[in-house]
């Protein structure tokens, strides 16, 4: 959400989904200060106003939480930061494409918007390097603490390597960040088992 995938939400590219609920954290004020909320349809809401659960929260309505989404909400949209999300798409999904065309190891990547991963193989039949709840390999260990040599952090679980930039992201830092992932997947194909 948020312009993450270069439209407010990931559901707003498709033109026949309609939620009936939609939740959201962080990416309405960056995590500054902890927010969350719900977004509900009326007949959902009706529902529960007609049925309510009884709960508690301390910290509901918040004044300075909502203040930091009111105003990350306005710099997103005064500075097209969601159409920069859908323009570094293209530049995304090119590196994307030549890091599964070169290397092995790298058995499938995607991307919409600036919300994209890849995933590692252990082997040409596809296997995954590891399962995502399992803990790094030592081949993905080593590539994770080369990727951070090379200075790019990124989340990674099991063969899933996430590749979710800031938002105002250039072209040429993509390129960046794609040309640091191509000089360490070596280490993964090296590793591959066939």
């Not at 159409?83 to 570094?88: D, G, L, Y």
């Amino acid at each position: 959400g948020f312009g993450r995938t270069g439209k407010l939400f990931g559901f707003c590219h498709e033109p026949n989904v309609i939620p009936d609920i939609v939740t959201f954290a962080k990416g309405v004020n960056g995590a500054y200060v902890p927010l969350g909320g719900v977004g509900l349809r009326d007949h959902v809401a009706d529902h529960i106003r007609k049925n309510p659960v009884g709960y508690g929260s301390t910290y509901n309505s918040h004044p300075v939480a909502l203040a930091s989404a009111y105003a990350a909400l306005k710099v997103l949209l005064r500075d097209g930061i969601i159409q920069n999300a859908a323009k570094m798409e293209k530049p995304m999904q090119e590196g994307l494409q030549m890091l599964m065309d070169k290397h092995p190891s790298v058995k499938q990547a995607r991307s919409i918007g600036l919300f994209a991963c890849i995933d590692l193989a252990k082997n040409r039949n596809g296997d995954f390097a590891a399962k995502v709840t399992d803990p790094p390999t030592p081949a993905l260990a080593k590539f994770r603490s080369a990727l951070l040599d090379k200075g790019l952090f990124t989340m990674m679980r099991g063969h899933h390597t996430h590749c979710n930039p800031p938002l105002i992201i250039n072209e040429e830092q993509i390129k960046d960040g794609i040309s640091i992932l191509d000089e360490c997947l070596p280490i993964m194909d090296e590793a591959m088992e066939d």
